[in-house]
């Protein structure tokens, strides 16, 4: 059982950057790939980007790609998402997920575990 916690969320105007945490428990958290999803009021959840368990890759939505980066430090269970020029469509609820397998996956349905969700909202 892998529980996940994100933060970091909160209002920032476009153009502005937000770095996001998600916190994972369990011993075997360099095991998992992870991924941030977001979902936008009345818009399905969506892939933003996601991490291989090692690190060495990593896989971004077009609409996020030069924008977002995703690292993590396995030392403390934790994946980040720095989030540089805003967009106001980047409003969003965003999620992370951990996937057992290791290999990044784009869909939902790949990921084993997800944590709350934290909120961003960018203004224009």
């Known amino acids: 059982q892998v529980q996940l916690v994100e933060s970091g969320g909160g209002l920032v105007q476009a153009g502005g950057s937000l770095r996001l945490s998600c916190a994972a428990s369990?011993?075997?958290?360099?095991?998992?790939?992870m991924g941030w999803f977001r979902q936008a009021p009345g818009k399905e959840r969506e892939f933003v980007g996601g991490?291989?368990?090692?690190?060495?890759?990593?896989s971004y939505a077009d609409s996020v790609k030069g924008r977002f980066t995703i690292s993590r430090d396995n030392a403390k269970n934790t994946v980040y998402l720095q989030m540089n020029s805003l967009k106001p469509e980047d409003t969003a609820v965003y999620y992370c997920?951990?996937?057992?397998?290791?290999?990044?996956?784009?869909?939902?349905?790949?990921?084993?575990?997800w944590g709350q969700g934290t909120q961003v909202t960018v203004s224009s």
């Open positions: 991490i291989s368990s090692s690190g060495s890759i990593t």
């Open positions: 997920a951990a996937r057992f397998d290791g290999k990044i996956g784009v869909t939902e349905g790949a990921y084993d575990y």
């Open positions: 369990g011993r075997t958290f360099s095991s998992y790939a």
